[in-house]
């Protein structure tokens, strides 16, 4: 089967960075994802990473590691708005999307 | 702008009702998803569709089950619904290539 683990909860300052890793467990990987889901809202795609690396996309960055199954989401200079959870997630070879228990991010002035 | 659509946004429903809840996407997908997600949780996938005329169970064991007749729409049905179905649902949608899950808004779904 699958896994996925992530930090429940993480506490950082405005313009901060702020680290949030997630190691999986799983069959045929094909990609680690991140989304961001806002209280009452629905999950949007932030990053993939398909290969070994680092992504960056704007203040955010992905990074992966197959050999290590790990993978962590940069957020950097932290604005209130980015308060939200934060889910990775992982296609296996069956087409199934697993999402991680996601991590819960509060920014403070 | 995600084109994928969840009719009804809210629904409250008696015990032992039957209920479908829709999903329509106008991206061409061929990937489709429901999860399930009570409040501050995590998705737990419920079944799954990669083309018309599949559909698979997910991890999280549902009463519900799933049609995917036309590749644009991805139904939702509760047989016969119990206070345990009170959730929020998710559906979802890819080409797969990169994983870039597109979300509709979810049903909220309670069963009284």
């Known amino acids: 089967g699958q896994s996925l683990e992530q930090p429940s909860e993480v506490t950082a300052v405005e313009g901060a960075i702020v680290q949030i890793n997630c190691t999986y467990q799983t069959s045929g990987f094909y990609g680690l994802s991140w989304y961001q889901q806002h209280d009452g809202g629905a999950p949007t795609f932030l990053s993939y990473?398909?290969?070994?690396g680092l992504e960056e996309t704007g203040r955010f960055s992905s990074f992966l590691s197959r050999s290590d199954s790990y993978g962590y989401l940069l957020l950097q200079e932290l604005q209130m708005k980015d308060s939200a959870s934060y889910f990775c997630?992982?296609?296996?070879?069956?087409?199934?999307?697993?999402f991680g228990s996601g991590t819960r991010l509060l920014v403070r002035p | 702008e995600a084109d994928i659509y969840q009719t009804p946004r809210y629904l409250v429903i008696g015990t032992g009702k039957k209920i479908t809840l829709e999903c329509s996407q106008t991206?061409?997908?061929?990937?489709m998803y429901w999860y399930q997600q009570d409040p501050g949780m995590e998705l737990h996938l419920i079944h799954y569709?990669?083309?018309?005329?599949?559909?698979e169970k997910g991890d999280l064991s549902s009463e519900s089950t799933v049609s995917r007749i036309r590749t644009e729409h991805f139904p939702l049905t509760l047989e016969s619904a119990r206070p345990s179905h009170t959730s929020q649902y998710l559906c979802?949608?890819?080409?797969?290539?990169?994983?870039?899950?597109?979300f509709g808004q979810g049903t909220r779904l309670t069963v009284v």
């Open positions: 997630a992982v296609r296996d070879s069956s087409y199934k999307l697993i």
């Open positions: 991206m061409g997908h061929d990937k």
């Open positions: 569709s990669y083309g018309v005329n599949s559909t």
């Open positions: 979802a949608s890819t080409d797969g290539t990169p994983d870039e899950a597109f």
């Open positions: 990473n398909g290969l070994d």
